[in-house]
């Protein structure tokens, strides 16, 4: 059979319940793209309605790897794209079983917030709404704010959120606080002055937790801050796709991508996205 090169053909996306599916049945579907005229495919694991196990077909198990390396060895032979997504679905790069609360998974910076008032004395600072079980973050510091005026005002922000009123120039880093049962747990002893209100900020980084699914084992997502989420990355896909020579060889002559739909990690329990290292790395880009 000649194998047609198309260079301007339609992609499309091949979006799979698992890899519960006969390899005769895979093959059937990707001959029928070739002669339907596309010139690629994005593979995608998404969810089963069949009720097939995880832990025998998700993204992670052997019978998946098999699959996948199926699919892309078919598809490069017919001279067609290939589109690989950077997890299960589509919305993350993630890796399953990732410890979430190393710095191969996604970390995040939360904060609390309390009001002093003048001449009040604090004894601990404000715990977290949403701590993490495993008791694995790091407290990062405590910082007090004067208010502008005696009440504390809100003033609209963007977006339509609101922000507390504070003199920027008041900020002063607290003593460093002792730890009590928890890392979430801070004791400090901290007076206000008498000449206004207060407000003190505190903040730790813990594991954003964030997950996607299907997977063999739970598969949460790397840390996009931090080299070693990439590392992580790179060496499931060494010990997954990347395992075979011909493969490979295969890869190197052909169009293979790495694909994201779109990019959607949250800070959920938290402000903001972290890393070990940011803090400083930040400093040093940015002064």
């Known amino acids: ?18 890899a519960a599916y006969t390899t005769d049945t895979l093959r059937e579907e ?10 690629g495919v994005e593979l995608c694991m998404q969810n089963a309605s069949n009720g097939a196990p995880n832990t025998t077909y998700a993204y992670g198990s052997p019978h998946w790897a098999y699959m996948w390396r199926l699919m892309m060895n078919e598809l490069l032979d ?6 690989l997504t950077s997890g299960a679905n589509w919305a993350t790069s993630n890796v399953p079983g990732l410890d979430p609360d190393s710095q191969q998974a996604m970390e995040i910076l939360a904060m609390s ?9 604090i004894t601990a600072l404000q ?3 949403t701590t993490r079980a495993t008791d694995k973050g790091r407290f990062i510091g405590a910082y007090e704010y004067k208010f502008d005026s005696q009440e504390p005002r809100n003033v609209a922000g963007r977006y339509n959120h609101t922000r507390t009123a504070v003199v920027d120039d008041t900020m002063i880093p607290l003593p460093a606080p002792t730890q ?9 002893t901290w007076t206000a002055t008498t000449d206004g209100q207060y407000v003190v900020f505190s903040y730790w980084a813990h594991g954003a937790y964030q997950t996607s699914s299907p997977g063999a084992e739970t598969c949460y ?3 996009y801050f931090d080299v070693r989420g990439v590392a992580t990355l790179r060496e499931f896909w060494g010990a997954n796709y990347l395992s075979n020579p011909v493969l490979n060889q295969k890869i190197m002559e052909g169009d293979v991508q790495l694909f994201m739909d779109s990019l959607e990690i949250n800070p959920n329990g938290g402000i903001t996205w972290w890393a070990e ?5 930040f400093k040093a880009r940015k002064g």
């Open 113 to 121: 917030k309390q009001i002093v008032n003048p001449g009040q004395t």
């Open 30 to 39: 990707i001959q029928a793209l070739y002669e339907g005229g596309f010139r």
């Open 127 to 129: 715990k977290l709404g």
């Open 1 to 18: 059979m000649e194998i047609v090169v198309r260079l301007y053909s339609t992609d499309c996306r091949g979006w799979l319940g698992t």
């Open 180 to 188: 009590g049962a928890t890392v979430y747990d801070q004791n400090v």
């Open 78 to 83: 017919l001279g067609m794209g290939l589109y």
């Open 277 to 281: 290292d940011i803090f400083e790395e």
């Open 221 to 223: 997502a790397t840390n």
